[in-house]
């Protein structure tokens, strides 16, 4: 047993298998039963005897390899969870080596100085000021600072944002609690962690307004203006407007710009939830989707979802960084007391208190791909899925839910929402193609998240000729 053999070992094993997965050789989704996969993964005997290494380590992952999901593969079109950069994958190798958690800058300087580059890079992406780093001399002319932090996933960096909206709406909420009047407005194809962030500040579920929407459901300026005012003529004070970027079931960008209007005239804070779309900032021809974004309060990128980066680093961004400082108050003053400190101490701005270091991934993505390359991916992943629209629209029986905005696709074949859930079942325990369902509209879909950079159009012909002879055996036992 020795580390390097070791990692060599498990490097090597990765690597095969990714190829094979690449090369679209055996399932891209296969589920053993979990009775009896613990016994084939030899966990009690490991657990007990301990020795994981060399041979055993081999054998042990190639067992673990073999009821893995594997991402890499071009069938795999299910979910919005990054295919990751092989090089990234080094990354968390390393922070799980160094083990160190930068939320306190003197655990770990260089995590934080590389979570605060990655922070300041989306900051501008975004078109709000990058933070001036902490010793440095600040920047002349420009306005206020943005300011963010990484947190562990999408849905803790909404439920972080929203945080940071009722510390400014509500600014009595850490001392006293949320005050009851206090509603939430987003629209309906929003995803589930808002209604669950507002449950969890204390405002419950049914603090969410549903904004009104659009016949494909996209936020309509035109009528939010007329919602926030009733509510406010009931007696509501509205926390936050909620903008998708895009939404997760369709893949639809609301018209920020437009909702910014709205808001900014009403003096209502406007979060955009971008978690799987707020990567189309990074491309010069795609970043006009999220037009207007810079009049928002707050933005959630997740870098695991189109930013090729390993599970899991998730961007919270405010325009004014004063706004994610006010956003947890409490003493924790042994870890907060002023000091005369050379950096930064993320813990101010996070439900978390040990935290990875998630910019290390983000960055290592980056860093491998550049700039260009990552523009050039997720140009390519936005333009598969034009094509693939184009192509199901063009089959008989086939309806594609709307024109995809970004690398999602909802299309059904004729037929009931009951159909569509067993042609997922079939396709998926036959392995070869793997995607998911969402409900849009008031209908069921098989929906398709272009993740992979090695999915072509003949996968997805291959898949559709697949989902047909799955309804014509459904169709036979009729
Ligand atoms: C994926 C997604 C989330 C949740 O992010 P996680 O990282 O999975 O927690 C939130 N909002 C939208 C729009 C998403 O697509």
Not at 58 to 69: G, I, K, N, R, V
Not at 303 to 329: E, I, Y
Not at 361 to 367: E, G, Q, R, T
Not at 389 to 417: K, T, Y
Request: glycine letters at 8%; hydrophobic letters at 45%.
């Amino acid at each position: 047993m020795g580390f390097v053999e070791d990692c060599g070992r498990a490097a090597a094993a990765l690597e095969a298998q990714r190829l094979r997965a690449v090369a679209r050789s055996g399932p891209v989704i296969h589920q053993p039963p979990m009775a009896g996969l613990a016994e084939t993964l030899g966990l009690d005997r490991l657990i007990a005897e301990g020795g994981l290494g060399g041979e055993r380590l081999d054998a042990f992952l190639s067992a673990y390899l073999e009821a893995s999901t594997r991402l890499h593969h071009p069938g795999y079109m299910a979910h919005q969870v990054a295919v990751p950069h092989p090089q990234s994958s080094i990354a968390a190798l390393v922070g799980a080596y160094t083990n160190n958690p930068m939320a306190i800058y003197e655990m770990g300087p260089a995590a934080a100085t590389v979570e605060y580059a990655v922070l300041n890079w989306m900051l501008g992406k975004t078109g709000w000021t990058p933070s001036p780093v902490p010793g440095s001399l600040p920047e002349r002319g420009g306005g206020r600072a943005g300011g963010g932090v990484l947190t562990h996933g999408g849905s803790l960096a909404n439920l972080t944002a929203l945080q940071a909206a009722r510390a400014r709406v509500a600014p009595k909420s850490w001392e006293e609690g949320t005050p009851a009047n206090l509603v939430l407005v987003a629209p309906k194809a929003c995803h589930y962690s808002i209604a669950r962030a507002a449950a969890m500040m204390g405002l419950g579920q049914k603090a969410v307004s549903h904004a009104p929407s659009d016949a494909e459901g996209r936020l309509d300026p035109e009528k939010l203006g007329t919602l926030l005012a009733r509510l406010r003529n009931e007696g509501h004070v509205p926390l936050a407007v909620v903008a998708n970027a895009c939404s997760t079931a369709l893949g639809l960008y609301d018209p920020i710009r437009d909702v910014a209007a709205v808001c900014n005239e009403l003096g209502i804070w406007l979060h955009v939830d971008g978690a799987h779309g707020a990567s189309a900032l990074v491309s010069p021809r795609h970043r006009g989707l999220l037009d207007g974004v810079e009049l928002a309060d707050s933005m959630v990128w997740d870098a695991h979802k189109m930013l090729r980066t390993p599970c899991l680093s998730a961007a919270v961004l405010v325009r004014d960084a004063r706004d994610l400082d006010r956003a947890f108050r409490e003493d924790a003053s042994y870890l907060f007391h002023d000091k005369d400190q050379p950096g930064f101490d993320f813990i101010h701005r996070t439900v978390e208190c040990t935290k990875a270091a998630l910019g290390l991934k983000v960055f290592f993505a980056l860093a491998a791909e550049g700039e260009s390359g990552m523009a050039a991916y997720i140009d390519r992943q936005f333009d598969l899925a034009k094509s693939a629209a184009a192509f199901l629209r063009a089959q008989p029986d086939v309806e594609v839910a709307v024109e995809p905005q970004s690398n999602i696709v909802c299309f059904r074949l004729a037929g009931s929402d009951a159909l569509q859930i067993e042609l997922r079942r079939r396709l998926v325990e036959d392995g070869r193609y793997y995607i998911s369902t969402a409900e849009a509209l008031g209908k069921r879909w098989l929906r398709l998240a272009l993740m992979n950079p090695a999915t072509e159009l003949s996968d997805i012909e291959g898949l559709v000729h697949e989902l047909v002879s799955c309804r014509d055996a459904i169709h036979a036992l009729r």
